[in-house]
């Protein structure tokens, strides 16, 4: 079956609106991908953050009358020069294609994430199976990236550890796939903790993975903190964080830019004794040890 693909111009509307009404118009699916290059990490508490620039495109049975389409589209949202693009799709198994774009990664010397629909070309080593379509962090982005691999490098075996602002639990599940013996997945966004949830179980690795809103975060300490989020954020929670990590316990922030890493880097010695940052193109990771200051 041959498919066409519609897409809108959203930068003067609400992309869940063009989304709501690309699927009551008749798409079979419809995608949101960034038309920009620019990337988002973790939302806010509360929030749902998407790119500045979002092109949203539906897919079409070839026969849809895309004129009809438009023309509905155009009539709710009132704004007759609304411009799209109709793009025809060859008959092929376009989620398959969809899939392919994705491989497996290595970050390290032996910790892997692959997609849940590919064999992981190194089964012996250490394998995270995870959906891309679910929310916040694969594994692509630098942030990301840069966290595995400290977790990678870093002795893990048996130590108690909190990744603040899961997303997809893609931290929490590394750790606790390299020998955590207990992991306290945080966020604020209910859809990360069905995230992280689901795919702590589709690792096996539920049995050490709890998961928690963070007014439900148990009295705990850690021997590992690792918090992939925003530097604003990273800055209000250094006193909390201070908190959780044991003496002599690992701090991992990241989602942090160059310029914000030095302010943001000074604020958190008053806890702990921070090492030279680790950057990739304009992201860095920062990391220090837990030292006997009080809060």
């Not at 009539?75 to 774009?101: F, H, K, N, Y």
Request: some cysteine; proline content about 7%; charged content about 20%.
């Amino acid at each position: 079956m041959a498919w066409l693909r519609i897409t809108l111009d959203n930068s003067a509307h609400d992309p869940d609106q063009l989304s709501e009404l690309l699927s009551a118009t008749g798409a079979v699916s419809v995608t949101l991908e960034d038309a920009a290059d620019q990337a988002i990490l973790e939302p806010l508490p509360g929030e749902t953050r998407l790119w500045p620039h979002t092109q949203i495109s539906g897919l079409y049975a070839a026969d849809t009358d895309t004129g009809r389409v438009l023309d509905a589209v155009r009539r709710e949202l009132g704004d007759p020069a609304l411009s799209a693009t109709i793009t025809p799709v060859d008959d092929q198994d376009w989620e398959r294609a969809w899939m392919d774009r994705f491989q497996p990664l290595r970050f390290g010397r032996r910790l892997w994430v692959c997609p849940n629909w590919h064999s992981p070309p190194r089964p012996e080593e250490v394998n995270i199976m995870l959906d891309p379509g679910l929310a916040f962090g694969t594994g692509t982005h630098p942030t990301t990236a840069l966290c595995l691999e400290w977790l990678d490098a870093h002795e893990v075996r048996n130590k108690t550890v909190i990744d603040y602002g899961c997303g997809s639990g893609i931290l929490a599940i590394a750790a606790a796939k390299l020998g955590a013996r207990q992991v306290w997945a945080v966020d604020y966004d209910p859809q990360a903790l069905t995230a992280t949830a689901n795919n702590a179980a589709a690792n096996d690795a539920a049995d050490r993975i709890s998961i928690h809103a963070p007014d439900a975060l148990p009295g705990v300490t850690a021997e590992i903190l690792l918090a992939n989020i925003l530097a604003g954020p990273l800055a209000e929670l250094a006193t909390l964080f201070a908190r959780l990590v044991v003496p002599g316990g690992k701090l991992v922030l990241s989602g942090i830019l160059r310029e914000q890493a030095n302010p943001l880097m000074e604020k958190y010695r008053a806890w702990f004794n921070m090492e030279p940052i680790t950057a990739r193109d304009e992201w860095v990771r920062l990391s220090g040890q837990r030292t006997d200051a009080a809060c």
